[in-house]
């Protein structure tokens, strides 16, 4: 019962997937006909509420294929617009019209948002299209069974043959079958590079926003900390130097006495100045780089630092020095919040991106939305699209994950076999799917004395039925393999290029 509990599960997915791909096909053809209100009836209301729906079952489909496949997907669509602004006057402008109201203007926005994605169509054809390519993929065994049992129950003795084919085949075939649904989504309903420079150009445009404030707020704290500081001592300084000229003829001890401690205040002064500077930009890190900028910020800090540093070579000045401050200001947190008596701090590569994991043993109860330290870290990652996560239950331990992608060059891999293999299903896959399959299937449907080169109207009677529906199985496994074979290999490829 254990060992058949997994296919049990598969099946059901499988069952599961294929009623979502039905009900896609409704969703799809709901939108079609909402775009034919719209295009040729000029009926525009009925559109946007159309694609909510489109977009609704898709993101069902990418959630699922994350939970029952294990491959995330993100989502495709552009960002959203923001709403309209009005002019001085209170008018809102939509082109050369003005409204009162933002209603039509903000209808416009979205209306070109969602007809000028390209996942917008992209979800359509994949509600059209789900249901005769994954979800006869995923739901092949069911569909065998009941075949098979419908032709029992007409004292066809075969039919036991095709129970029996579905019976034994689902062990492996049922979770490949799952798997591969989830890479056809994921093919399908996965951002395009153009969506992910949009995403991205917005957060990173996001980002520039508060790191110009951020920048603004710490240059008005460098210029406090010299003019509450350094300043002031250099112009204590200069005044005690003065005195020191007018009691030098009058009385020369005084005067000896004044300039010592113009001497102390000055090496004061160029202590702070030294501190401002390593808090601008340390030294150590610009000479020796990332890992040994850390190993000093264990040597200063009150807590025992353990520190672990695998790096293939330098990143930026600029990463390093956002990753520096992130550690710096995580172990000031554990120090001063956490109650912490040790850290381990690990610098590593992982593939392109540079990573920062940062323990320590305090009591834990950390959070980024309440800690304006945390914040500012994300804030300071978040220019170069780099992600702070925080584990920290109530007693602890802490443990916080930087990780910036880009940071270091990565060799392509070598071209698979299996691309080549890949580009064979490419090119096999529809004459499989529709002439051999959907195409015969309509024929034998209509009972048409036509066979042309439909192989499966060419086979003894009995045979027909299973031989379409085998096509139809074998062009959906074939499109799945060529699906899967194409994302991994741009997966490679993004990795190299970063």
């Known amino acids: 019962m254990t060992s058949a509990r997994p296919t049990l599960v598969a099946l059901g997915r499988g069952a599961a997937l294929a009623g979502l791909a039905l009900l896609g096909q409704v969703a799809g053809l709901a939108v079609l006909t909402a775009m034919l209100l719209t295009f040729l009836v000029g009926l525009v209301i009925v559109f946007p509420p159309a694609v909510r729906l489109a977009r609704a079952v898709t993101r069902t489909q990418r959630g699922l294929a994350a939970r029952w ?192 401690k113009a001497s102390e205040a000055s090496a004061t002064a160029l202590q702070e100045l030294r501190r401002l500077v390593r808090g601008i930009h340390p030294p150590v890190l610009a000479e020796r780089g990332l890992g040994d ?38 172990l000031a947190n554990a120090a001063r919040h956490g109650d912490a008596s040790e850290v381990w701090v690990d610098v590593s590569a992982q593939g392109p991106a540079l990573r920062v994991t940062v323990t320590d043993d305090g009591h834990g109860g950390a959070d980024p939305e309440r800690g304006t330290g945390l914040h500012g870290i994300e804030r300071r990652l978040g220019a170069f699209d780099g992600v702070l996560a925080v584990n920290s239950p109530v007693g602890g331990p802490t443990t916080a994950v930087i990780e910036l992608p880009r940071a270091f060059r990565v060799r392509s891999a070598p071209v698979s076999p299996w691309r080549y293999f890949g580009r064979i299903c490419w090119a096999l896959w529809p004459i499989a799917l529709f002439p051999q399959g959907l195409v015969a299937m309509v024929f034998k449907l209509v009972g048409s004395p036509v066979k042309s080169w439909f192989l499966g109207l060419y086979v003894p009677e009995p045979f027909q039925w299973p031989v379409i529906v085998g096509m139809i199985a074998l062009g959906g496994g074939l499109l799945a393999v060529a699906l899967t074979t194409t994302m991994r290999g741009r997966e490679t490829e993004a990795g190299g290029c970063g």
């Open 293 to 330: 900028a850390v190993r000093a910020l264990a040597l200063d800090s009150p807590l025992r630092v353990h520190v672990t540093v695998d790096l293939p070579e330098r990143a930026s000045a600029p990463l390093e020095s956002a990753a520096y401050f992130a550690v710096s200001e995580l």
């Open 69 to 260: 496949s294990g491959i995330s997907i993100d989502e495709p669509y552009l960002p959203a617009p923001p709403p309209p602004v009005p002019q001085a006057d209170g008018w809102y402008r939509d082109g050369r019209t003005l409204y009162k109201k933002p209603t039509i203007p903000a209808f416009n926005l979205r209306w070109n948002w969602m007809t000028k994605d390209p996942a917008t169509w992209r979800d359509f054809a994949f509600l059209m299209g789900d249901l005769w390519m994954g979800g006869l993929l995923v739901a092949a065994p069911l569909l065998a069974t009941a075949y098979g049992a419908v032709r029992l129950a007409t004292g066809d003795p075969l039919g036991a043959a095709w129970i029996l084919l579905a019976v034994s085949t689902a062990y492996w075939y049922a979770p490949w079958a799952v798997r591969a649904h989830g890479r056809i989504a994921a093919a399908l309903l996965g951002p395009t590079e153009k969506a992910r420079l949009a995403q991205q150009v917005s957060r990173l445009d996001a980002a520039r926003t508060e790191v110009v404030d951020s920048q603004a707020a710490e240059l008005r704290r460098i210029e406090r900390d010299l003019h509450d500081g350094a300043q002031a001592r250099l112009v204590a300084i200069g005044m005690t130097i003065g005195a020191a000229e007018q009691l030098l003829d009058s009385d020369p001890q005084a005067a000896r006495a004044l300039l010592g």
